[in-house]
């Protein structure tokens, strides 16, 4: 290749961008229009040989239809990615939404053989499903070790607290997405369990020594790196212990030294979003993707601006601050990577018109989906919850626009209303439910008489860092209702640490449970547990009629 | 046809029968599964001859795959309808969403012919888009006059408050629609706009004359039969001076004898969906569909079991009671109608798996839907509008399960942000923000410091009779901030009665917009209106990378 041959140059680098797409089809349908490229852009940046896509939102279906669009506009394979942590229902509606992978890390402690077996069929799953929408990589898994409980990033994502579980358990995800005729990607290198800042809105720091990191964050790498992992997705993450300056993402330590030389890695390294704050705020679109494929990175992922990040590439070779050789690499691991996707890739093509199968619901995936809820639930005094005159169906949910957890039929509101609550829900964007009293830190008189059943769906969300979830005085208010006989029942769906800190204050005798899931079914699941048989028995029998899951 | 043929009957009479679905493929995407039928139970319908299907909800893309499929299951042309009354994007996201009729109304009293040309595109943008889904009958125009502000179900959903209005403008609705080669239905025969009762909860009553039916609520409709109307819609209405003892959907009186002899409509003759409790809690799925029929109706829309609904006509007509005359004339109206636009039906499948164009915006109803939005505002005071410190940007929504008029990109929420206002939503199952005090009503202590800018997205909707929309204390609202200085501005998205109750007590000066349709376009328009230019220059700034409708 001549570096004279700027197009062709050009044509090259852009291979390596992953820009960001909606899963709808109209640009008036994008939920986050600052990310997500309309489609006029799109098209233009594909022609201009942009080689990977990531999709956000839109049901699944809509992504089928988008990405066959996607691809009529790409003279060249392209991937196709998602980041489907919790089975494709997470990002995509109509998929199959799985419990967070730290249940079967809980699970590991108990029956290690039944955990693997579960995290192998979990990312067959994922990834059969990804495929049927015409994705070909899956960003996953989570090779984070959490053991900072306070982590507000990571959290549920990962698969354990521990080195050696989480190694099982990825080594198996990665088995069963493999198995799916998918590629994979273990991220966030070199881990980002042990941080208690969102990269995505600051730069986090790793302090622990080398020696640590031997020891724990690489362990799950080192093991799927073993099981020949497709790709590996870098960590905005300073770690002082080797690189002092740099975040991982942009470390020629890190990325060259430590993940290729002396973990043996020649997959694809891919950054995490370069439009994240802990990266945007300090580099330009263009200099962050120049500082990246210098660390040694192959994949720019988001870049704030396409065009500078391409443009500061091909100017970072042909000045020769950047090495040919280089491109040249990245770009066949690229081509190495997606010839192993290729037959799918084709499969998925031919199949477009069979409209007849369209209706079939995945029962595989769902009869799946189902036992992992059953599994990972905590219910203690199952049959006595009861709602008295004028109880109160408190619902703590993290976000309204829209809530991904609750909708006009879920099991957390149709439930309880059928016995007999009232739901009253609270959000960042609510009408405050507190008062000034520490001691006393629910203005009781917004809620009137009557018992509370309290539903906390609180996990460690990205974005989230200060909005309050996890500063909000929950374990106050247990004793509060309790010293006035006021509490009916506690659920908690997420955070485990939250659940922890609840069970220290709760009343032993108080009906309760702990789901690590928060999707319909573990709502379902939970409350006709907990609801008394007599008032279960109308509310179940509403619940048939609008079951989700049938 | 022999009577003895009772499969072949069966299949006779479930031709007559419109069924509910949901516009998602999935059964567990289904968001009133209570309402929508399963997958199964839809191809079992379908395969026993039923010939109609309505849609709620989902995506125009999904939509379009889920017509194909379904058509996949029938075996005769289908009937496939929607209550699309303000453009398509009012019940399937990605289509277009258009203000509300009433607002036509309001232009034709200033410029009645420039109202009538809008009405004429706004039938025809619905229909081009319903038929490019597959759809081929729009359930609009809404013919009732709504002659009483206090509606809770029609509303804003008529196309004025007097007849010759409403007349004029239906026709033309009905020929843009016809122009799209699509079928219109006029309803809610015999006029449902001066009932204070919402029919999905309870029969309301009209207790008018025969003579004020002649000078009012018929006018419309016998203008649209005059116009060639394909079919007009049955209210759930007990009209006194007609039929004292049967609503209009089960009289034969107003089926038969005024609307068929006496107006001399001869089209096809739905009944609004029986499963409306006004029907559902007096009369049985069979029973409800028998006396319709026995009315004069020819397709019995959404009964509560239409297995029962078939049996239950199938032996009125082995029995005698129903005709087999009257059976032949429902199958021919049906035909008939339906011929009209079997060409559209057959572009619509040859165009199945063209997927180049699917990212095409339609730009020419996005123009016209904007076109309507700025034609009817009312701003006051523009550019005036500015945040104090800690200003609070109150925002009143009718449902959060999802929102449909909010997301978390939507103008009425970043606008004011990035103007300074933090935002507090208030809705039915949120923290109340209401006190005691009759004369100072909002528990300012919710709030905080502040000036208030107060958004308020009510209008009549039907299933919210009593939820306290229009109980809530508004006026006395606007009256306590002004007392107390801490009014900046008021927005009011929906209902025109509100908004004039609101100006009666608003101190002129406030900066204050109103708005018949909620749509983002609308709060973007009255927005970036009010707020003070230099506060708005950042906030436009901010819209444009968030702008919805690029």
Redesign the interface.
């Known amino acids: 290749m001549r570096i004279e041959d700027h197009s062709f140059l050009k044509q090259q680098v852009a291979e390596l961008l992953i820009v960001r797409a909606s899963g709808?089809?109209?640009?008036?349908?994008r939920?986050?229009?600052?990310w997500e490229l309309?489609?006029h852009e799109l098209?233009r940046l594909l022609n201009l040989g942009v080689g990977g896509v990531i999709f956000f939102g839109?049901?699944?279906?809509?992504l089928e239809?988008r990405i066959?669009?996607i691809k009529?506009w790409s003279s060249k394979p392209l991937l196709l990615c998602a980041d489907i942590e919790e089975g494709l229902g997470q990002r995509f509606?109509?998929g199959t939404w799985l419990v967070p992978p730290m249940a079967l890390g809980d699970l590991h402690r108990k029956n290690s053989d039944e955990a693997i077996a579960l995290a192998l069929e979990y990312g067959r799953c994922t990834a059969t499903q990804a495929r049927k929408c015409g994705l070909n990589l899956v960003l996953a898994p989570v090779c984070d070790v959490n053991s900072n409980p306070a982590n507000p990033v990571i959290n549920l994502r990962a698969w354990g607290e521990d080195p050696f579980t989480v190694s099982q358990l990825v080594s198996a995800f990665h088995k069963g997405v493999a198995s799916a005729g998918v590629l994979s990607c273990a991220k966030h290198f070199p881990g980002h369990g042990d941080t208690a800042i969102d990269s995505h809105l600051e730069l986090p720091q790793l302090d622990c020594s080398r020696s640590r990191l031997n020891e724990l964050e690489l362990l799950p790498f080192q093991a799927v790196i073993a099981e020949g992992i497709n790709s590996v997705m870098t960590a905005h993450l300073l770690v002082r212990s080797i690189d002092s300056k740099k975040p991982a993402t942009l470390s020629f330590e890190i990325v060259t030294n430590l993940l290729r030389k002396e973990l043996g890695f020649d997959g694809l390294v891919i950054t995490d979003a370069l439009v994240m704050k802990s990266i945007s705020q300090t580099y330009g679109s263009g200099e962050a993707a120049v500082l990246a494929f210098e660390a040694g990175v192959d994949l720019i992922m988001m870049p704030n601006d396409a065009d500078q990040a391409i443009s500061a590439i091909c100017e970072g070779l042909r000045s020769g601050r950047l090495s040919m050789n280089a491109l040249d690499k990245a770009l066949q691991r690229r081509r190495k990577e997606l010839a192993k996707v290729k037959v799918s890739l084709q499969k998925q093509i031919s199949k477009?018109?069979n409209?007849?199968d369209?209706?079939l619901?995945d029962h595989q995936a769902?009869t799946f989906s189902r036992a992992l809820v059953s599994r990972s639930l905590d219910i203690r005094h199952p049959g006595r919850l009861s709602a008295t005159q004028l109880a109160i169906n408190l619902v703590r949910i993290d976000?309204?626009?829209?809530?991904q957890v609750?909708?006009?039929?879920?099991p957390a509101i149709s439930l309880p209303e059928k016995a007999g609550f009232r739901?009253?829900?609270?959000?960042d964007?609510?009408?405050?439910?507190w008062q000034a009293n520490k001691k006393q830190p629910l203005a009781l008189d917004?809620?009137g008489e009557g018992k509370f059943l309290v539903q906390l769906f609180l996990r460690g969300n990205p974005f989230r860092s200060g909005r309050g979830d996890f500063q909000e005085p929950w374990p106050i208010v247990i004793k509060q209702l309790q010293k006035l006989d006021r509490l009916a029942g506690l659920v908690v769906y997420g955070c485990p640490y939250l659940w922890k800190k609840l069970l220290g204050v709760l009343d032993s005798s108080v009906p309760a449970a702990y789901s690590p899931g928060q999707m319909p079914e573990a709502q379902k699941q939970i409350l006709s547990a907990l609801i008394k048989p007599q008032q279960k028995k109308e509310a179940m029998a509403a619940q048939n009629?609008?079951?989700?899951?049938?």
């Open positions: 709808h089809c109209y640009d008036s349908q939920k986050y229009p600052q309309s489609n098209k839109g049901s699944t279906k809509e239809n066959r669009t009529s509606e109509g477009k018109c409209f007849e369209d209706h619901e769902i976000g309204v626009f829209p809530s609750l909708t006009n039929c879920s739901s009253v829900l609270c959000h964007l609510g009408v405050s439910p917004r809620f009629a609008l079951d989700f899951t049938n």
